[in-house]
């Protein structure tokens, strides 16, 4: 499906680290200089053949990375490079793992704790350099050094039918949570759209509402202060709003009419044809959306993205953060080849904005997908990751699965009346599962 991730499994974490640990320290680094990937200075004195793990199956079946490949191979005519698309790509990569034997470069996998990386991948240099040039690079480092860059980053909003919008009448991006569901009730009324599609049944696009944590407040420090927070859900605090506008969307009958059956791939050509108004996903969606436009019919410019209904200081916000990191194996045997290819797709291939995505980059342009955010002045900002690992360690202790489909589907089939009780017991119940684990799993 391509989907795009953020956060880890814990829990694979443990069992892909005592996999791969027993072997990753008993082969010394072959190649390029002990456990560094260092840039190399001169392109015509790079050789080689590099093989490179991805999860993009599509990109290597319709030649998308040959076509980068070939471009890298005008400036590095002396290197090969290979891709292996792998479906199921963290499990395929775990088994891998636990040998020497897993690419030259390939993208970091969401279950390896970042304390072990570099056990797996070579340093590309510190953090306080490469910081200055690229976003995204707190999240692959460990002790001041770099062990990968993000291949691409995605900002937070809502994937919506502009064409949708306008026959409602509306022109302009909602400001609030209540001006969002005015526009939807328009929608419906106006339309024969479905005005909001919640994707329940697949249970992962639900779970992008977490994303919107930050967007809504404009707050860098909005997932480290769950570490402390003894009410996450109380009236006026960031889950608060999001889970209430999710909550309302669907008990003002503004989804689809019985969310159990609904289906992510058709959805996006429901989207794409205008018989679906809008979704909240992420910058990544929006280019899968224009191609299901095209294929079935419709317009990719009608496609368009929007940020959360918020403006905490007059402004909009939305929340980018990284996508896989790009690595280099610290076994490779052409490290130099695997580093350069590393810091041509970053720096010079139009990955990135071909996927409508941020770039890593600080100095790419936007893709045109996020040129309206750009035009309309939207604040995009990196949440801090300072207490993350706390944060999920509380989240684990609470068994809310602040990243699992479990929580908000429950919310959802409250909404619907499907479940008893009402969104204000249930933030209490949510409250207080909190509560109890900062005391015992906080710190």
């Not at 403006?311 to 076994?331: E, M, R, W």
């Amino acid at each position: 499906m391509n989907t795009k991730r953020w956060t880890g499994m814990l829990a694979a974490g443990l069992v892909l680290a005592a996999a791969g640990c027993s072997n990753a320290t008993s082969h010394s680094p072959s190649g390029g200089s002990g456990g560094a990937a260092a840039a190399p200075a001169d392109p015509a004195k790079v050789s080689g053949t590099i093989t490179v793990l991805t999860n993009r199956t599509d990109l290597v079946k319709d030649g998308t990375l040959k076509k980068y490949a070939d471009q890298f191979n005008q400036v590095y005519p002396n290197v090969t490079v290979k891709f292996e698309g792998h479906t199921d790509y963290e499990g395929d990569v775990k088994i891998r793992m636990s040998s020497s034997d897993y690419g030259d470069v390939l993208l970091i996998p969401n279950a390896l704790g970042q304390a072990e990386y570099p056990r797996f991948f070579a340093d590309l240099g510190s953090a306080t350099a490469l910081g200055q040039k690229y976003r995204f690079v707190s999240k692959a480092t460990v002790n001041g050094e770099v062990y990968g860059l993000a291949q691409n980053g995605n900002a937070v909003g809502f994937v919506y039918n502009k064409a949708v919008w306008a026959k409602a009448g509306i022109t302009d991006w909602p400001k609030s949570p209540d001006e969002f569901l005015a526009d939807l009730g328009q929608i419906k009324a106006k339309t024969g759209a479905i005005p909001y599609y919640t994707n329940y049944k697949d249970g992962w696009p639900i779970t992008k509402w977490q994303d919107a944590l930050g967007a809504a407040s404009c707050d860098v420090d909005a997932g480290d202060a769950l570490a402390s927070s003894q009410a996450p859900w109380a009236a006026g605090t960031e889950l608060n709003t999001i889970d209430t506008l999710m909550y309302d969307v669907v008990k003002r009958g503004y989804s689809e009419a019985d969310p159990t059956t609904t289906n992510w791939e058709k959805s996006k050509s429901l989207l794409g044809t205008g018989q679906i108004g809008t979704m909240w996903l992420g910058s990544w969606a929006v280019s899968q959306m224009q191609a299901a436009a095209t294929a079935a019919g419709g317009k990719a410019d009608d496609i368009g993205f929007m940020p959360f209904p918020a403006q905490p200081n007059g402004k909009f916000c939305t929340v980018a953060g990284p996508d896989y990191q790009l690595a280099v194996s610290i076994h490779s045997a052409h490290k130099d080849a695997a580093r350069a290819w590393v810091d041509w797709f970053v720096d010079k291939s139009t990955y990135a904005q071909d996927q409508g995505d941020v770039p890593t980059l600080k100095s790419a342009a936007l893709p045109a997908a996020l040129q309206p955010f750009q035009n309309a002045g939207v604040n995009m900002i990196e949440l801090s990751q300072a207490k993350t690992a706390t944060v999920n360690t509380i989240d684990d202790a609470s068994e809310i699965g602040l990243t699992k489909p479990d929580y908000r589907q429950h919310i959802i089939d409250l909404a619907r009346g499907a479940a008893s009780g009402s969104l204000e017991s249930d933030f209490a119940d949510l409250n207080k599962k909190w509560s109890e684990a900062v005391k015992t799993a906080g710190s």
